[in-house]
């Protein structure tokens, strides 16, 4: 074969789009019950917006961004996540001048340079949701409940919602010292990007991937000792509302996020199953972000969702979505081909999905692809059938039969679907 598909990006195909396509009507359904309406941006934005959002100092800027120039010299970038062309997007279009919150979802493909390994690749797809313009908690806590909803509609279980709270911009420079004092003496030991990390943004070093660096870090000090009474409170109150949503959780001190813009809340949804790239879900606030991008100071909440994640999931917990057409009509001879594309017309025109037999293959051929297709009916029709006005039916599940006349077809599929 001369050509295949990239690297760490893959072709859905069936039967596995009907998991996805199952997963996407629980986004619709769920999400829509919390007021969440779908906003659709360009996969494509200017690198800046990235660049400023995420910070320099991050893996997906340094390593992962999918960025070229355009024929006019323009800095651009495949979107690496759905946050920050969410707020520019806010902000473009003057969302702020609705009343809060303002709350919005999308679903689409994302783009990250990374070695691709299960769960991780270079195409994957985010079902993401962002909620502009509430500082209380609350919000917090339906955010997270909405996820929990979500999960439960699709069936999928043994899954851990981590919490934690990352401060604000007062309770961050004494965390940063802290940090910095703790980690002092142990850069020789650090990888070469924490060396700079250290110098540039010490935080980051809690997200490094690398072995020793995650062994030098154990005992670091933890950013819920440093938050101011603000940060504090807020994140006691959002706990209490998990209570009371009956929302199991376990506070994860160590969950930094590898994204800059975070403040406050932060969670993550979890599954063993997954193995090492374990979190199925991922979010938190970003209280400064709309700001500095240039709109005015808005608080808001969001999180994402891998989808890739979430069917592989259920792929392995067995789930199998494989839809079969309602009527198979299997003809013999032409004439009753043609009567067969008529009535297949109409049933098809009323939204049911019909199958035919195509000329050449044997009453026997096509009652052995009326079963592989799993249909539910097949019409018989034949010299005989047009001859007596009649048609047979047969129902595969039971092998139950009988027989009705040409003009009962209708009233005999199409009724059952009014
Ligand atoms: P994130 O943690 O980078 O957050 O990604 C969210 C989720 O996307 C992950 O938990 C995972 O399920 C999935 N994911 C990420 N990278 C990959 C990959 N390479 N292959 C497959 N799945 C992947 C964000 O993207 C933030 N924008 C979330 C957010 C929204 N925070 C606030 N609002």
Not at 12 to 39: C, H, M, R, T
Not at 305 to 327: D, H, Q, W, Y
Not at 355 to 372: F, I, N, T
Request: aromatic residues 12%; glycine residues 8%.
């Amino acid at each position: 074969m001369k050509y295949t598909a990239l690297k760490g990006v893959h072709d859905i195909l069936p039967p596995d789009i009907f998991i996805w396509q199952k997963v996407e009507k629980a986004v619709k359904d769920i999400f829509s019950a919390y007021g969440f309406q779908e906003l659709r941006p360009p996969i494509i934005e200017a690198t800046e917006i990235f660049i400023r959002s995420i910070g320099e100092t991050t893996d997906i800027v340094e390593k992962e961004m999918y960025t070229f120039t355009d024929k006019a010299g323009r800095h651009i970038t495949l979107r690496p996540e759905g946050t920050a062309p969410a707020v520019r997007c806010y902000i473009e279009n003057h969302l702020y001048t609705l009343p809060p919150p303002q709350k919005f979802f999308y679903y689409g493909p994302m783009f990250r340079y990374e070695r691709p390994q299960a769960g991780r690749f270079r195409q994957f797809f985010q079902i993401g949701a962002e909620a502009f313009g509430v500082e209380d908690p609350k919000i917090d806590s339906e955010i997270i409940s909405m996820l929990k909803l979500f999960f439960e509609r699709l069936g999928l279980k043994n899954l851990n919602f981590e919490v934690n709270s990352i401060g604000c911009e007062k309770c961050r420079p004494d965390y940063k010292k802290a940090l910095l004092n703790f980690f002092s003496d142990k850069i020789n030991g650090f990888c070469p990007d924490c060396k700079r990390r250290f110098e540039q943004n010490p935080l980051r070093i809690l997200d490094c991937k690398v072995d020793e660096c995650i062994q030098l870090r154990q005992r670091a000090p933890r950013v819920t000792e440093f938050l101011c009474s603000n940060c504090r409170k807020h994140f006691d109150t959002f706990l209490s509302f998990l209570k009371l949503l009956n929302i199991p959780y376990v506070i994860n001190p160590n969950m930094v996020r590898g994204l800059d813009y975070y403040t406050r809340t932060t969670f993550e949804v979890t599954c063993e199953h997954l193995g090492s790239q374990n979190a199925v879900a991922a979010g938190g606030r970003y209280d400064k972000l709309v700001e500095d991008f240039g709109g005015p100071p808005t608080p808001a909440i969001g999180f994402a969702a891998g989808m890739e994640r979430i069917t592989s999931l259920l792929k392995s917990s067995g789930n199998r979505e494989i839809p079969a057409p309602a009527v198979f009509i299997a003809t013999i001879g032409s004439p009753a081909e043609k009567e067969g594309l008529v009535i297949a017309s109409t049933l098809r025109g009323k939204g049911i999905w019909v199958e035919v037999g195509y000329s050449g293959h044997s009453l026997k051929s096509q009652m052995r692809k009326a079963d592989r297709l799993s249909a539910e009916y097949v019409l018989i029709i034949g010299d005989d059938e047009i001859n007596s006005g009649k048609l047979k039916w047969k129902r595969l599940s039971d092998r139950t039969q009988g027989e009705i006349s040409f003009n009962e077809v209708y009233n005999f599929f199409i009724a059952p679907y009014l």
